[in-house]
Each structure stands twice: as structure tokens, then as C-alpha cells.
């Protein structure tokens, strides 16, 4: 559900062009999707650029989303997953994830784990990643398929007041949004070199999505 309302809204918002490396065995092959983190619009346009690959993830988003009744509702019913950071249930959302792929489905995670505190709309490169997206490697055995997206800071960014406005004039702004999907990635056991090669594959994907998006 939440897949099909993005891919819905967001073309509404701005103008999303999608690129991918993907075959077509490595897009029905279950896979971590690891996204590059800037806005609060970005899980939407990312999701609603899986959706034109017919992929609709799993995703693994902060616990707070679940109370919020209506949002609450479609992420339930969609089987994502919550993440309870900073707390001893931190850890199911891994085992929720890896459940999930299991289970057939792409699982979608946030690899920075956060939002930057920069307030200005340019495009920066993905900051450190946390551990999550190489221990749910190691413990699915899935590989790591690297999403980056350019472009949803132009939707909202900044102060409270200028992320409202940035979503109402959107749609008269109709910015430029591209995601780059990248080639699947087999990340090492040990942890920080899987984390510093989900970076790498992600960044790489970022550049590209931002190229694209600044030549159209």
C-alpha cells in the first residue's frame, strides 16, 4: 500500500526518473535495498521508483512511525518493520528483516540511520553508515542492493516552516528527482568492511542518481 501511494503522490510532487543496473534475475532475487538518507520525502520517492521495477520492500523505518494511527495502519499492513533505536528491542528489527527476505521480499534500510542536520537543499554524499545493513547481510546471506537518490531535498528540506512549504509549492516547482539503482553487492562477514562497502556501492549510486538528475 505504501508503494502504490507513492507511486502515486510523487509524480504529483516533482519529476522522477529512474536508472538501474539491475538484470532481470537480480530484480525478482530477494536483496537488502540500502538508501542514502536526506529528506523526509525521500522513503516516498524511493519507493515509488521501486515500484516502476516492480519491487515493493520491506522496510525497516524508526518505531516513532508506528504512532501515528493512519501511518501506523499501512505500515502494519504492509509488513514493515520498526525500529526501536537506543532500546534492547533494537536488535528484532534485524531478525524482522531478515524474516522478510526469507520470506521473498526486498527489504528496504536507511544506512546513515538518520536524517543530516544541514538545512540547505544541495546534494552531499551519503554520510557514515551504521552497522545494520552488513549485520543483516551476515545474517541473511542476501546481498546488498546499493539505491541512490538525488533531488528530495528540492521536495522538502530545512526549518519545520520551510519543509511545509517546500511540499505545498512542490507540485508548481515540479523539481528534478532521480534514483539509481545499483549492481547487487556481496558485503564481507566482519562488519566494518561490510559497512565501509555499503558505503562505497551507495555513494556511487548517489553520484550517478545526481548526475542524472542535474543533466535532464
Known amino acids: 500500500m505504501l508503494s ?3 507511486a502515486a503522490v510523487v509524480p504529483v510532487l516533482g ?4 536508472s538501474s543496473d539491475l538484470s532481470e534475475e537480480t530484480v525478482s532475487a530477494p536483496g537488502i ?3 542514502n538518507h536526506t529528506s523526509l520525502a525521500d522513503p516516498g520517492v524511493v519507493l515509488a521508483a521501486l515500484r516502476r521495477m516492480e519491487i515493493e520492500p520491506v522496510v525497516l523505518a524508526t518505531a516513532g512511525l508506528w504512532r501515528i494511527p493512519l501511518l501506523a495502519q499501512l505500515l502494519k499492513s504492509g509488513g514493515h518493520v520498526p525500529v526501536h ?12 528483516a531478515a524474516a522478510a527476505l526469507a520470506a521473498g521480499r526486498h527489504v528496504l534500510i536507511y544506512g546513515e540511520g538518520r536524517l543530516p542536520s544541514r538545512r540547505d537543499a544541495a546534494e552531499a554524499a551519503p554520510e557514515a553508515f551504521r552497522s545494520g545493513p552488513a549485520r543483516l547481510a551476515a545474517l541473511s546471506g542476501a546481498c546488498v542492493i546499493p539505491v541512490g537518490q538525488a533531488g528530495s531535498r528540492r521536495l522538502t528540506s530545512g526549518s519545520p516552516v520551510k519543509q511545509v512549504a517546500g511540499f505545498l509549492t512542490a507540485p508548481v516547482r515540479r523539481p528534478r528527482l532521480h534514483v539509481h539503482v545499483g549492481a547487487p553487492v556481496r558485503l564481507s562477514a566482519e562488519v566494518r568492511a561490510g559497512s565501509e562497502a555499503a558505503h562505497r556501492a551507495v555513494t556511487a549510486a548517489w553520484r550517478t542518481a545526481a548526475q542524472l538528475a542535474a543533466i535532464r
Open 15 to 18: 519529476q522522477l526518473t529512474v
Open 85 to 96: 533505536r537506543r532500546t534492547v528491542r533494537a536488535a528484532d528489527a534485524l531478525e524482522g
Open 4 to 6: 502504490r501511494i507513492a
Open 33 to 35: 535495498l540500502v538508501a
